[in-house]
């Protein structure tokens, strides 16, 4: 196989490096036949670009780098962190609903039931810097368990547990006791640096502890703070710059 010319990339991951929309909408108006390069239609989603380069119209519109957008959203519990959702459930986008927002995509994910800290952007090279493991941006979430929370338990999770199904390792970087309201729950704090789907969720699953609350309250430097649920707000640049070491396309 020829490898595809160097400094190209596919027209929908493009569109998404510059910011204009997400890789699978590119695919979607690809497809649509809303998109020309050069002065011609594109149908073929393969078809190579340079971004920075290429003349790119969307349905007879140029369009080119937009501003560059990072967030930081505290997300409410029972939204779906994607942009449609095939099962019609609500999304995160609801609380951007009234925002004169360029598009920005999710920073990774929290699951439905989850809630807190969660970044958008669309900023690609910076959100795949946050999401790279080899990054080890931390990511601490506070958990309400149910039932009593002795140290037993507590020494299990810090040594890390083996999913049953799978036996797939499921370990943390950090977890401590917070509080016990009473005996039927506590909170721990717990700190990942690796980004498995449902971690936390399956890791007491596996020990056969429920989860009743699941709450991200940092990731990397920034917290959660007082911004209230289902608010927004923009990162500073020395937030930005915070989390984009190698990134010479952080603002200054």
């Given amino acids: 196989m020829i490898p595809p010319p160097r400094g190209t990339v596919s027209v929908a991951r493009g569109l998404s490096k510059l910011g204009v929309c997400s890789r699978s909408e590119g ?28 003349a790119i119209e969307i349905d007879g519109k140029r369009v080119g ?8 959203l505290n997300k409410p519990r029972g939204l779906v962190t994607t942009r449609d959702d095939p099962q019609g459930r609500a999304t995160i986008y609801e609380c951007l609903r009234d925002a004169s927002l360029p598009f920005v995509a999710p920073v990774g994910r929290l699951d439905k039931a989850s809630e ?9 090279r910076w959100s795949a810097n946050v999401l790279d493991p080899r990054s080890h941006v931390d990511k601490i979430y506070h958990a309400q368990l149910r039932g009593l929370i002795d ?54 699953a596996a020990l056969g502890v429920e989860v ?18 289902g608010e927004w707000r923009r990162l500073t640049n020395d937030e930005v710059r915070a989390l984009s070491p190698a990134s010479k396309d952080a603002p200054r």
């Avoid at 807190?116 to 690609?124: F, M, P, Q, R, W």
């Fill in 27 to 54: 695919e979607r108006l690809v497809e649509a036949g809303r998109v020309r390069v050069n002065g011609k239609i594109v149908r073929d989603v393969s078809v190579r670009i340079v971004p920075e380069r290429d």
């Fill in 212 to 229: 009743l609350r699941l709450v991200r309250v940092a990731i990397g430097p920034l917290t959660l703070g007082t911004l209230a649920k």
């Fill in 151 to 204: 140290d037993s338990l507590i020494a299990r999770v810090a040594a890390g547990v083996a999913e049953p199904d799978t036996g797939e390792m499921l370990g943390v970087k950090r977890v401590s006791l917070l509080r016990t309201g009473s005996r039927s729950s506590a909170w721990l704090e717990i700190t990942l640096d690796e980004g498995k789907n449902r971690h936390i969720r399956r890791l007491f």
């Fill in 116 to 124: 807190g800290l969660l970044l958008l952007t669309n900023d690609s």
């Fill in 65 to 72: 780098r937009v501003e560059r957008v990072y967030l930081a």
